[in-house]
């Protein structure tokens, strides 16, 4: 796959206008999140360069909309608030929030009611809660979590018009699948993976988040993905701290775990998890990128690479899947974690072949994280 060997220059303009086409006269906001969201009163968290996901949202978005942008785009507002991190992706989001000033505020009351657009740009992924707060609301919104240099410099520095146009055409290519199969070679023995899907449409995330519809885009966006109806059979997982395990997936959830290599604790305390809570072992999503961009070491921008597959466990309704939070038994279980299978995160894990089956025929879809013949025919079509 041919990555583009350079990029436009960030625009913050650039970027608003085409992702939400704002209106003369709309309110904007920003939100981060931080250990103590007290640090916001006076941009205190600026002291700690450990902090560079809420640095960038000030230093790009907030000054970016206080210097110029907001009048450019004749919008109002441009406030930015803190609440209290949550330690998991897409976990549901504390109401309470600190403004600049040090005010405790209440988002849902003195924050989403008054804004047409929130931007929200913090550690953990919030696109699930925040697009559950758009449609009671009525606002747009991004999710822009682990933002870094890389991901201003490409991911948020193409055309978005033309990622929905890329976008739109795998949908077509894709959608309808009766299932996907995924191949998996992990020291040297194969697993394979099936996911229903049940002749569904295909979902895409284009990043255009416009008009009146009450939505949220995940930005950078580029990704093709379905809500499975169920799946089977095995695939390997590798965990944070590099251990490797197998799952075994039946009834469209992970239903055991076993050592490959690594920390067989690490492995131990997950199958207690899926004990505990079967459905935090759910496979919600199956995802296919489809961007050529250089990875950012973020899971946000790399599995929007084309030629990556994802699967995620866990909440699935901001994607159309029945798996809301109060499904779990606990609150802190509600996650959506994306598996991402890339060559430069998983190099332990070959992915020889994934394939697409639909209406009676079989397409080849990737060979070793490389587009295939039948994807590569749409992209150039």
Known sequence: MEIPKSFPPFSLARLLRTVFEPQPGERIAILIDLADPADMKDFAFLGNPALTIQRHAHDVFYRGLREGVL???????????????????????????????????????????????????????????????????????????????TILRTGLAVDYNSVSREAEKLRLGLTRADHVEIDFEVAEVRHTLRLILNGQEAQKSHGLCRGKIADVANLPAGEVYFVPGGAEGEFPMKYEDGTIGLMRVAGGRIVGATLISGNEAVIRQHRERLSADPVTGELGELGFGTQRLPWAGRDIQDEKVLGTVHVATGRSDHLGGHLTP???????????DDILFAPHKTPEIRVPEVRMYRGGKTHVLMRDYEPAEYLRAILEA
């Open 71 to 149: 009048k450019e785009l004749d919008l109002k507002g441009g406030e930015m608030f803190a609440y209290r991190i949550t330690g998991g992706s897409n976990l549901d989001l504390p109401d309470e929030a600190i403004d600049a000033a040090g005010a405790s505020l209440s988002l849902q009351r003195d924050v989403y009611p008054r804004y047409d657009i929130i931007l929200c740009i913090s550690t953990f992924s919030a696109t699930a809660p925040l697009t559950a707060f758009a449609k009671r609301f009525g606002f747009r919104g991004a999710t822009l979590h682990g933002l870094n240099d």
């Open 326 to 336: 109060d499904k779990f038994t606990e609150a802190s279980h509600a996650t959506h």
